[in-house]
């Protein structure tokens, strides 16, 4: 079955900086890939998505990567501010059920 | 306007209770999920129900029986409770089949097991 694996676990940056989180998977077949935020004490909430068929995506600050070769992808979030700490899950899914990666506990220091 | 409800938000009970917890959602999807997540984080899948057919049972103890009235309702009951079911259940909803639809989350029900 998929295998997610997520980095770093934690990840610590001063407000204005970028900070990146990378996953890599293992099932060829895979072919959706979003990225979920999860504010402490809430529900995890989508905050951008990207399909196989494209390699980039961005939404205002925030921006994911694909590279299907290598199986791997990555949260690109720029400019940072307090708000954007909370735990970040990337999973995948394409014949499988989504399959999370185990979390990156990003904090944002003002 | 809530689009995934769970009931209860807390719940605590003794070792060897049986307990359930009730999922809603008003959004029109036919896929329903249920995911624990446990205290270091790690959210995984335990069901998926389609229009009220059980399409995922991710070899999840049968003290746990979900059971769906209608699409709009998964509701998750566990027997026996055991210490090690003390996490986070969260309720998700999507439309039909899980490729590549974003998946709405419930806000939680926090278990612990005394």
């Known amino acids: 079955g998929e295998n997610v694996e997520q980095h770093p676990s934690t990840l610590s940056v001063q407000e204005g900086d970028s900070a990146v989180i990378k996953c890599t998977y293992s099932?060829?077949?895979?072919?959706?890939f979003p990225w979920y935020k999860q504010e402490l004490g809430k529900r995890p909430q989508l905050i951008i998505d990207?399909?196989?068929?494209?390699g980039e995506k961005k939404d205002q600050r925030i921006a994911v990567t694909l590279n299907k070769t290598a199986k791997h992808f990555s949260l690109h979030i720029t400019e940072t501010q307090p708000e954007d700490s909370a735990v970040y899950f990337c999973?995948?899914?394409?014949?499988?059920?989504?399959?999370f990666g185990k979390g990156t506990r990003l904090s944002v220091i003002a | 306007d809530t689009a995934v409800s769970q009931t209860p938000k807390y719940l605590v009970t003794q070792m060897g209770n049986d307990k359930s917890i009730k999922c809603e959602q008003n959004?029109?999807?036919?896929?329903m999920y249920w995911y624990k997540q446990d205290s270091k984080k790690f959210l995984k899948i335990m069901f998926s129900?389609?229009?009220?057919?059980?399409?995922i049972n991710e070899t999840v103890p049968n003290r746990f029986s979900p059971k769906s009235p209608d699409k709009a309702h998964l509701n998750l009951h566990i027997n026996s409770l055991e210490l090690g079911d003390s996490a986070v259940y969260f309720c998700?909803?999507?439309?039909?089949?899980?490729?590549?639809?974003?998946?709405?989350f419930g806000p939680g029900t926090r278990l612990t097991v005394l």
């Open positions: 099932d060829s077949a895979s072919n959706y």
């Open positions: 998700a909803s999507s439309r039909p089949g899980w490729r590549g639809n974003e998946q709405f």
């Open positions: 999973a995948s899914t394409g014949n499988t059920p989504l399959v």
């Open positions: 959004l029109g999807h036919d896929t």
């Open positions: 129900y389609n229009n009220k057919e059980l399409i």
């Open positions: 990207i399909r196989s068929n494209v």
